[in-house]
Structures are given as C-alpha cells and as structure tokens.
C-alpha cells in the first residue's frame, strides 16, 4: 500500500516530505517506520500511549507516570498548553523525541515524533492539532450517516 501511494504522489508530482504524517492508536514497528522514511515521509507523529515506557536521563518508567513526574512549561511559541519537549529513548522504537502536552485542565498526553532530525514544539503541535480535527470529522459524520462499521 505504501508503494503505491508512494507512485500515486510522484505520477502528481507531489512532494511528499513536505507532508506529515500521523498516526493514532495503533503501534508503529521499527522496520515500518524505516520503510516510510525510505518512502519520503520524513514527519512521522504518533500518539503515545500512558503504557509506552520511555526512559530520560537514565529513568525507565511508563509514560503515564512520566506525565505527572513532569513540569510542564507555561504556553509558548503557539502551542495552545501547557508542553514539554524531551528526546528519549523507547524499547520499541528506539531514539525518538516525547512531546508531552496537557490536554485539558486535569489530563496530559504525549506524542511520539519519529524523524532524522528533530522539529520544535510549535512545529509538532499544529500537525497534530489538524490530526485532531480529521478525527472529529469522521466523528460527526459517523455519528450523522450509518457509517459505523467503515475503518
């Protein structure tokens, strides 16, 4: 499948690095996420999960506690919350950078940024954010139309 959208993208003649692209609730292997930095999508974003372990600075733990363990820093460079931005290291996905971000007034959540090299805050936030309403669409249309058993 990703060959193909990757023929469909060069037949148009779009540039697919300048895409990003996320993932939400399901997991991404090591070799697949190498094949789609090998396919041109070099801005990979996936939602983590509370039980991802994560280590920093040599801390091992879930992400759940990490979530509490952390001070999140004030709203800043247009991101909406309050967020904290640390490289890490994941068993399963290697070296990746954890943008941790308060969803609302009592729960925080993270995101997984998988890339050569790493994107700021402000960069993470607005992919995500578009992500978000793409979800809330298909929400409401399911919700509209007897879609419910569409993926």
Known sequence: MLSRLKAAFDREGIDRTKIPLTMDSWFVSQ????????????????AGKSNDPFTIDGKKQDA???KTDLLLHDPT????GPSWRVQGHSPTFGSILRFFFQKSTTR??????????????????PIWKQQHRIACF???LQSL???????
Do not use: N, Y
């Open 145 to 151: 139309f007897p879609i419910r058993a569409m993926q």
């Open 108 to 125: 925080s959540s993270s995101l997984m940024h998988f890339r050569r090299v790493s994107m700021r805050g402000a960069e993470i936030w």
């Open 77 to 80: 460079w247009g991101i909406d």
């Open 31 to 46: 070799p697949l996420r190498e094949r789609r930095l090998h396919g041109g999508f070099t801005k990979m974003i996936m």
């Open 64 to 66: 759940s506690p990490w």
């Open 138 to 140: 298909w929400k409401i």
